[in-house]
């Protein structure tokens, strides 16, 4: 079984300042990494995923995460945020294709609220 | 592309009668959704597993006879809260993946109030 932890529950920044969101990982299989943005009353937006190749991905709204498997995180950075930003951020992993049936079911960390500050 | 539709978005009813919320992927066919509930500043809990034309997988602890789960075809599925209670209320939101698709394209919720 996977399970998230997301560090952080509430993260307060100020605008155009750069942005850390911890998240770190436990699976015994391969694994498949996203996170996902939620505003205010609204559903799960895709941020960016990692399913292979480089460790490195960049997603919408300047948003970047690096694949760190001997740290088992992954870790959401942007260089200088927007008051828009302002939201519920959730870390998620879900096993690989090859992984035991159950595994593919996507498991979330807690989420981060992130505030950003005029 | 990847947009998930639900309805209603907000619904009120009253303790002991039923609500039937859909789930629709628009632009692309999906055999498997997901249900999942969400507390007030809480995470997502997944309820069931949809798979079209077979019975939907619950999660442990989720009543399949309280919540029923009907996926009739590749972009439609629907969750019905049966005989709801004020515990019911809650935000609901659903999921949709592609065939050989890795990633969950969400709805954007349907928010229960049982009064």
């Known amino acids: 079984a996977q399970s998230v932890t997301q560090l952080d529950s509430q993260v307060p920044v100020f605008e155009e300042a750069p942005v850390e969101l911890r998240c770190n990982y436990s699976?015994?299989?391969?694994?498949?990494l996203f996170w996902y943005v939620q505003y205010p009353n609204q559903g799960l937006q895709l941020l960016l995923k990692?399913?292979?190749?480089?460790?490195l991905v960049k997603g919408i709204n300047g948003f970047e995460a690096e694949f760190n498997k001997s740290q088992t995180s992954f870790h959401l950075r942007k260089p200088s945020v927007h008051i828009s930003d302002t939201a519920e951020y959730f870390c998620?992993?879900?096993?690989?294709?090859?992984?035991?049936?159950?595994?593919?079911?996507?498991?979330f960390g807690q989420g981060t609220r992130l505030t950003i500050n005029p | 592309g990847a947009v998930v539709s639900q309805h209603p978005s907000r619904v009120i009813c009253k303790s002991g009668t039923s609500v039937k919320i859909e789930c629709r992927s628009l632009?692309?066919?999906?055999?498997?959704m997901f249900w999942y509930r969400q507390f007030p500043k809480k995470s997502l809990m997944l309820m069931a597993t949809?798979?079209?034309?077979?019975?939907?997988?619950?999660e442990q602890g989720v009543e399949k006879d309280k919540f029923l789960i009907n996926h009739a075809s590749l972009t439609l599925s629907t969750l019905t809260v049966t005989s709801a209670h004020p515990e019911d209320s809650s935000f609901y939101i659903c999921?949709?993946?592609?065939?050989?698709?890795?990633?969950?394209?969400f709805g954007p919720g349907t928010r229960l109030l049982v009064l």
């Open positions: 999921s949709a993946r592609p065939p050989g698709g890795q990633t969950q394209y």
């Open positions: 699976s015994s299989v391969s694994v498949y």
């Open positions: 990692y399913l292979s190749g480089s460790t």
């Open positions: 998620a992993v879900s096993g690989a294709p090859r992984a035991v049936r159950g595994a593919q079911k996507l498991v």
């Open positions: 632009d692309f066919q999906a055999t498997t």
């Open positions: 949809s798979n079209e034309g077979s019975k939907a997988t619950y």
